[in-house]
């Protein structure tokens, strides 16, 4: 069974950094791609920013410049790095990540999603 755990979240002022974390636990795990996903407030949940199965890297036109995503297969942890925090930047933000097990075909799972606060 593969559970994924976010961390890193919290309060920060703007211009401020973050770095949010997605660690998959489980058998045998191999992350064939990462996607970070986020929903603010009265909003719907949009794409941030991902890693695909090619390891092509892709942002959001708002993070680009601002936001770096990457990934420690050795960890088996997915990371969101976040600088220049803006208060548009405050939602809920979740990992989605693609993962093959030896017992398993590529599934996506999904981490319980961990609060961005961007205030002064």
């Known amino acids: 069974q593969v559970q994924l755990v976010e961390s890193g979240g919290g309060l920060v002022q703007p211009g401020g950094s973050l770095r949010l974390s997605c660690v998959a636990s489980g058998d045998s795990i191999n992350i064939l791609a990462v996607t970070w996903y986020r929903q603010g407030p009265g909003k719907s949940r949009e794409y941030v920013a991902g890693?695909?199965?090619?390891?092509?890297?892709n942002y959001e036109d708002s993070v680009k410049g601002r936001f770096i995503v990457s990934r420690d297969s050795a960890k088996n942890t997915a990371y969101l790095q976040m600088n220049e925090l803006k208060p548009e930047d405050t939602a809920v933000y979740y990992c989605?990540?693609?993962?093959?097990?030896?017992?398993?075909?590529?599934?996506?799972?999904w981490g319980q999603g961990i609060q961005v606060t961007v205030s002064s």
């Open positions: 890693i695909t199965t090619s390891n092509a890297i």
């Open positions: 989605a990540l693609d993962i093959a097990t030896r017992d398993s075909a590529p599934t996506d799972y």
